[in-house]
T-cell receptor, first 112, second 114 residues
Framework: GNSVTQMEGPVTLSEEAFLTINCTYT??????LFWYVQYPGEGLQLLLKATKADDKGSNKGFEATYRKETTSFHLEKGSVQVSDSAVYFC???????????FGQGTRLTINP | NAGVMQNPRHLVRRRGQEARLRCSPM?????VYWYRQLPEEGLKFMVYLQKENIIDESGMPKERFSAEFPKEGPSILRIQQVVRGDSAAYFC????????????FGDGTRLSIL
């Protein structure tokens, strides 16, 4: 079946540190890949997406590259801020299907 | 704010009662999705609806849960005879079509069962 595996949290970093949150997937065909962010008490917001191999999604200093050969979509940011503290979810959507399949989420805390 | 609107934000029910969760999609969106998030877990798909049609309910529990998206008004997720295990955050998302557009999420309804 289709599934997403994220690196386990929680992750705690200092401000301005480099961030990587690993995400790998298993899917039939060629899925679209997404990163969503959830701030406390809120719903999910789309952070970035990529729809085909080698695409790079980017937004607010975050980046992720769709790597078909390693079935990965790791999230990176060069210099994190306290305001980046949130839970990050990697997700996929298989062509022809409408539902998103989510990873378990990674809680990120940035200390000043 | 023209985002996905869910209400109530918090709902408390006693075991055996009914819970009704409402979702108004973004303007221009005719596709609605419901997801459930258990504590410290990711979101799990429940059901996908278009106006007056259930398209995919493969994630819905077989009993007590139902969903609708009438021609007029919000989508409703209904849980009958709630049990403690139904305590979770329920999120609604919407999209304009069946294509590659991303889904936009509401802020969720936190359901607590006493």
């Amino acid at each position: 079946g289709n599934s997403v595996t994220q690196m386990e949290g929680p992750v705690t970093l200092s401000e301005e540190a480099f961030l990587t949150i690993n995400c790998t997937y298993t899917a039939t065909g060629y899925p679209s890949l997404f990163w969503y962010v959830q701030y406390p008490g809120e719903g999910l917001q789309l952070l970035l997406k990529a729809t085909k191999a080698d695409d790079k999604g980017s937004n607010k200093g975050f980046e992720a590259t769709y790597r078909k050969e390693t079935t990965s979509f790791h999230l990176e940011k060069g210099s994190v801020q306290v305001s980046d503290s949130a839970v990050y979810f990697c997700a996929l959507k298989v062509q022809g299907a409408q539902k998103l399949v989510f990873g378990q989420g990674t809680r990120l805390t940035i200390n000043p | 704010n023209a985002g996905v609107m869910q209400n109530p934000r918090h709902l408390v029910r006693r075991r055996g009662q009914e819970a009704r969760l409402r979702c108004s999609p973004m303007k221009g969106h005719s596709h609605v999705y419901w997801y459930r998030q258990l504590p410290e877990e990711g979101l799990k798909f429940m059901v996908y609806l278009q106006k007056e049609n259930i398209i995919d309910e493969s994630g819905m529990p077989k009993e007590r849960f139902s969903a609708e998206f009438p021609k007029e008004g919000p989508s409703i997720l209904r849980i009958q005879q709630v049990v403690r295990g139904d305590s979770a955050a329920y999120f609604c998302a919407s999209s304009p079509d069946r294509g590659q557009q991303p889904q936009h999420f509401g802020d969720g309804t936190r359901l607590s069962i006493l």
